[in-house]
């Protein structure tokens, strides 16, 4: 064999081993592409989003993205079909302070105006309220949009409306962290319309909590007039099943059938409203 031969015979060799650890190379990236996908994908499918509902059948909806809360629109009528979000103890605890600014988004389709509620009688009624976001303040910002926001008579917004708002962010001290989803009651006619936009009136609120990580995990919900409560949260305490039968909503869908049907078919209000 002459020198050149040689001189060839080692190229050859030398090729054949680059294109090999090329694709050797390939193979691994390849399959750790397609293993991170699948626990990608595997991560999305776990029943993480607790604050999911299934919005009753026939309502507007656009679900809207928020930095500390989901907003189920109803365009036609121009309030909330409900507002989810999660509350932990470190953000109970922040201090950004109120804004006040309500706003209207002209990127939201029947989102109302301010000006709907002006000499209307009723507050403009956070759903997710402002308290719940102060550990941020475009969250905060974000609750006074009126996407947010449903018409409310002043005695439930700052009676019994604001003590269960109150009573949520002492609880989540004690259960690390809570699940709410609250809103109107739509499956009853409004009790009229408000302002230029026409805005609906709900007759009634709802609000369910769920305590999904506290050593006794619980869910309880709430029932209130447009107006004033008599006997308070305890008289408006009811079982989720109940606000499910009357919204037509189905709350926290993500969990073990067994554990939503466990948690949602019982109330226990001494246990919830004790801190300890």
């Given at each position: 064999?002459?020198?050149?031969?040689?001189?060839?015979?080692r190229?050859?060799?030398?090729?054949?081993?680059?294109?090999?650890?090329?694709?050797?190379?390939?193979?691994?990236?390849?399959?750790?592409?397609?293993?991170?996908?699948?626990?990608?994908?595997?991560?999305?499918?776990?029943?993480?989003?607790?604050?999911?509902?299934?919005?009753a059948?026939?309502?507007?909806?656009?679900?809207?993205?928020?930095?500390?809360?989901?907003?189920?629109?109803?365009?036609?009528?121009?309030?909330?079909?409900?507002?989810?979000?999660?509350?932990?103890?470190?953000?109970?605890?922040g201090?950004?302070?109120?804004?006040d600014?309500?706003?209207?988004?002209?990127?939201?389709?029947?989102?109302?105006?301010?000006?709907?509620?002006?000499?209307?009688?009723y507050?403009?009624?956070?759903?997710?309220?402002?308290?719940?976001?102060k550990?941020?303040?475009?969250?905060?910002?974000?609750?006074?949009?009126?996407?947010?926001?449903?018409?409310?008579?002043?005695?439930?917004?700052?009676?019994?409306?604001?003590?269960?708002?109150?009573?949520?962010?002492?609880?989540v001290?004690?259960?690390?962290?809570?699940?709410?989803?609250?809103?109107?009651?739509?499956?009853?006619?409004?009790?009229?319309?408000?302002?230029?936009?026409?805005?609906?009136?709900?007759?009634?609120?709802?609000?369910?909590?769920?305590?999904?990580?506290?050593?006794?995990?619980?869910?309880?919900?709430f029932?209130?007039d447009?107006?004033?409560?008599?006997?308070?949260?305890?008289?408006?305490a009811?079982?989720?099943?109940?606000?499910e039968?009357?919204?037509?909503?189905?709350?926290?869908?993500?969990?073990?059938?067994?554990?939503?049907?466990?948690?949602?078919?019982?109330?226990?209000?001494?246990?919830?409203?004790?801190?300890?």
């Amino acid at each position: 064999m002459n020198r050149q031969t040689a001189r060839r015979r080692r190229r050859q060799s030398l090729n054949r081993a680059v294109i090999l650890i090329v694709l050797v190379a390939a193979i691994f990236v390849g399959a750790f592409y397609m293993l991170s996908q699948q626990k990608k994908n595997a991560e999305v499918q776990q029943p993480g989003n607790l604050t999911y509902v299934k919005t009753a059948p026939g309502l507007n909806e656009r679900i809207i993205n928020y930095k500390g809360m989901t907003v189920s629109f109803n365009a036609d009528l121009h309030i909330p079909n409900w507002v989810a979000w999660e509350l932990t103890a470190d953000e109970a605890a922040g201090s950004e302070p109120r804004s006040d600014n309500f706003y209207n988004d002209p990127d939201i389709a029947g989102c109302a105006y301010p000006e709907d509620y002006s000499g209307s009688g009723y507050d403009r009624g956070h759903m997710a309220p402002a308290g719940d976001m102060k550990w941020d303040k475009t969250a905060m910002e974000e609750t006074f949009c009126l996407t947010n926001i449903a018409p409310q008579d002043g005695s439930l917004n700052r009676g019994t409306w604001k003590k269960i708002e109150e009573k949520c962010r002492a609880r989540v001290v004690a259960d690390s962290a809570i699940i709410i989803v609250c809103g109107p009651v739509l499956s009853e006619a409004p009790r009229e319309f408000i302002g230029d936009s026409r805005v609906a009136v709900p007759q009634r609120f709802f609000k369910v909590i769920l305590s999904p990580w506290a050593k006794t995990p619980q869910a309880i919900g709430f029932l209130v007039d447009n107006g004033a409560v008599p006997g308070g949260m305890q008289a408006a305490a009811v079982t989720v099943d109940e606000i499910e039968a009357l919204t037509g909503h189905d709350f926290f869908s993500t969990l073990p059938d067994s554990i939503e049907a466990s948690l949602e078919s019982k109330i226990n209000f001494t246990r919830w409203s004790r801190l300890k």
